[in-house]
């Protein structure tokens, strides 16, 4: 029997619940899992995010998850070009991409390779949208220069 690879990417900035399961299903659904960490770079230039934890401290996270057997930090925005470089077998998403364009030509790139799209339930009541929203209230309501040395600012752009 063949090894299932599996590949699961994500920002995984202000880690959460909804990561956590996202691990959870890919590694039971896989022999060998491999976590993509998206780098600052590319989350910058694909998403237009600044993130909250910088890349090396999300690859600790990730890589000290029980379910997760290698980290790789995702540092270029094409996934045909990651699969060069690891070749998984399977390819873990949220279902939030099933029956989108990018799912569907994701799902178009891989099944030329022969890599599995396999979609998990989103975790619909949170998202790392939804803790940096709920961060820049608690930061407009609840300012803390009180916090910071004398002479240091905090901005937010």
């Not at 540092?75 to 990651?82: I, N, Y």
């Not at 939030?96 to 990018?102: A, F, S």
């Not at 961060?135 to 752009?157: F, K, N, S, Y």
Request: net charge negative.
């Amino acid at each position: 029997m063949a090894v299932r690879i599996g590949y699961a990417a994500g920002a995984f900035d202000l880690f959460h619940v909804g990561h956590l399961n996202v691990l959870r299903h890919a590694k039971e659904n896989c022999d060998f899992l491999i976590a993509g960490v998206v780098s600052d770079e590319m989350l910058r230039l694909v998403k237009h995010v600044e993130p909250v934890i910088p890349t090396a401290e999300r690859v600790e996270i990730v890589r000290s998850i029980t379910y997760v057997d290698q980290v790789h930090v995702e540092d270029v925005p094409d996934k045909l070009e990651t699969w060069r470089q690891l070749r998984f077998t399977h390819f873990f998403k949220g279902d939030d991409w099933r029956g989108t364009e990018k799912g569907a030509r994701l799902e178009r790139e891989f099944a030329e390779v022969g890599v599995e799209v396999v979609y998990f339930p989103y975790t619909v009541h949170t998202s790392s949208t939804a803790l940096r929203h709920a961060l820049d209230i608690m930061a407009a309501t609840h300012p803390r220069e009180d916090a910071l040395p004398d002479g240091v600012t905090v901005t937010h752009g």
